[in-house]
């Protein structure tokens, strides 16, 4: 054991003594001897065993203290690497934010640290990870094979013994062995945390592989995955704090919609979903592995938080039209940039947001035409309604609706003023949207059809109540006189 120790500190890089050659070789030659005791002295082959699991636990006590002294020399310091998306809003200063949302500008690692073999946090938890994977599966399979702890191996070694209880006796004996042992992992997780909160997802990517390998592969494996499991819990709590306190800061933070464009949080969520998916594999795949479930929890938590946020900063705006210029805007972001990454955790949050998109665009194409066209739309409404109640030979007996009301509304609609009007349109959607998002022939065009949709109505009541009588602008000059104003604009540019 002490040569196994020794071998162990042969060199300045994270190492673990290698106990196959210098300590399970040289006890092999006595392996039938223990065989023998346990079908022939009992009582004496179990002495044995705790001799062993004395002489070795002393061993590897120290060996764990060796190990954690020289992985946490090798780790690189770093300062907090903030991701964009959780600073893209300022809190109010009555907000408190912990130690793990602490914003700081990361610094590049020195020359002279390379050099000296420092190695990233999440590296060295990679490296730790398999070395001390090989020594506790060396250690378990000589265990097993030395002290005859399978049930294959000895199927009939009494009445009440059964695969589980032998499984028991080796975890037992495992965790003796190896007490001591996930402290430096966790050390480096908490440190990781400190530093970047992504930091412990790439562990948690490492920690996954290794307990898959392990659950799909034939030799009992109940120690090893329990040790992993305590990671995997441990890097699950510390992340969910991270995203529910994000959540929480997002929640306190206060913007104007007025003109805003494309909100922070909304225009850099595409980086975190790229940010996730790299951990993951890219392309949203689906799984068991905890990272799967961490990522997808953070996910619902954040977009339905996002999503809550947008409406409440909306709602404080009393201008319809910033209203529906922020909403459009934004869910039309959201829906086209979560598409494309095509995540399906996120396929009920794109569909959501494409359709708050398209009633956003509706509400601000029915502002834009009320506000330019506000006589000839209450004039034609008033006329619907009238239509509930009498019959449409007798609208133009009332006085609201007389050929005299007709004639004063028609003057003022020649192709002058609905040019003029249209031409203010535009220049409002121009105005209200961002050139980014790069909307505007998208809202002029929906402009287009859902007034040239209703004109057309206004034309067959025209026909409908007023025998004889016409709109002085018809349809098809209506859909000239778009794509003329849309010319003219675009040669002022």
């Given at each position: 054991a002490k040569e196994a120790r020794k071998a162990g500190k042969s060199s300045d890089s994270v190492e673990m003594a290698d106990h196959e050659e210098l300590v399970f070789a040289k006890l092999k030659p006595y392996q039938p001897l223990v065989h023998w005791l346990s079908d022939i002295e009992p009582e004496k082959y179990s002495e044995v065993l705790k001799m062993y699991t004395k002489a070795f636990r002393a061993d590897y006590k120290k060996e764990i203290k060796y190990f954690s002294n020289k992985i946490s020399d090798c780790i690189l310091k770093e300062h907090r690497d903030?991701?964009?998306?959780?600073?893209?809003?300022?809190?109010?200063?009555?907000?408190?934010?912990?130690?793990?949302?602490?914003?700081?500008?990361?610094?590049?690692p020195s020359q002279s640290s390379s050099k000296a073999g420092k190695k990233t946090i999440d590296r060295a938890f990679r490296i730790g990870l398999n070395l001390v994977e090989t020594a506790v599966m060396a250690e378990q399979n000589f265990l097993i094979q030395f002290f005859r702890l399978s049930y294959s191996m000895n199927p009939s070694t009494s009445p009440n013994t059964n695969a589980a209880s032998l499984n028991a006796v080796v975890d037992n004996i495992m965790q003796e062995?190896?007490?001591?042992?996930?402290?430096?992992?966790?050390?480096?997780?908490?440190?990781?945390?400190?530093?970047?909160?992504?930091?412990?997802?790439?562990?948690?990517?490492?920690?996954?592989?290794?307990e898959a390998t392990h659950e799909e592969g034939g030799d009992y494996c109940g120690f090893i995955v329990k040790f992993l499991n305590e990671f995997k819990m441990l890097i699950k709590q510390l992340f969910n704090k991270f995203i529910d306190e994000q959540v929480e800061v997002m929640k306190s933070v206060q913007v104007s919609v007025?003109?805003?464009?494309?909100?922070?949080?909304?225009?850099?969520?595409?980086?975190?979903?790229?940010?996730?998916?790299?951990l993951r594999g890219g392309g949203g795949a689906s799984g068991k592995g905890a990272l799967t479930s961490v990522i997808d929890t953070a996910y619902h938590k954040i977009v339905k938080t996002l999503f809550t946020w947008l409406d409440s900063?909306?709602?404080?705006?009393?201008?319809?039209?910033?209203?529906?210029?922020?909403?459009?805007?934004?869910?039309?972001?959201?829906?086209?940039?979560?598409?494309?990454?095509?995540?399906?955790?996120?396929?009920?949050?794109?569909?959501?947001?494409?359709?708050?998109?398209?009633?956003?665009?509706?509400?601000?194409?029915?502002?834009?035409?009320?506000?330019?066209?506000?006589?000839?739309?209450?004039?034609?409404?008033?006329m619907d309604d009238l239509l509930k109640t009498i019959p449409a030979d007798e609208i133009q007996f009332q006085s609201s609706h007389s050929k005299h009301a007709f004639s004063k509304l028609t003057e003022k609609l020649g192709p002058n003023s609905i040019e003029k009007s249209l031409t203010k349109a535009l220049k409002n959607i121009k105005k209200n949207f961002s050139t980014k998002e790069d909307l505007a022939l998208d809202i002029w065009a929906e402009l287009e059809r859902t007034f040239g949709k209703q004109y057309k109505h206004y034309e067959e009541l025209v026909a409908k109540c007023y025998k004889g009588q016409k709109l002085p602008v018809t349809s098809q000059d209506l859909s000239s006189i778009f794509h003329s104003v849309e010319d003219k604009q675009s040669k002022k540019k």
């Open positions: 903030q991701k964009a998306f959780f600073t893209s809003g300022k809190p109010p200063d009555h907000i408190k934010i912990s130690s793990t949302t602490t914003t700081t500008v990361p610094s590049a062995l190896f007490e001591g042992l996930s402290a430096p992992f966790k050390d480096m997780i908490h440190s990781a945390d400190k530093m970047d909160n992504f930091y412990p997802l790439a562990m948690l990517v490492d920690t996954d592989q290794y007025k003109r805003c464009g494309v909100l922070p949080y909304f225009e850099k969520f595409p980086s975190l979903i790229d940010e996730f998916e790299t900063q909306v709602s404080h705006e009393p201008n319809a039209k910033f209203r529906f210029a922020a909403l459009t805007e934004n869910y039309h972001h959201f829906s086209e940039q979560v598409t494309k990454r095509k995540v399906p955790v996120l396929e009920s949050y794109s569909k959501t947001a494409l359709d708050q998109y398209i009633s956003s665009l509706n509400g601000f194409t029915d502002y834009l035409i009320n506000r330019r066209f506000k006589h000839l739309v209450k004039y034609f409404k008033g």
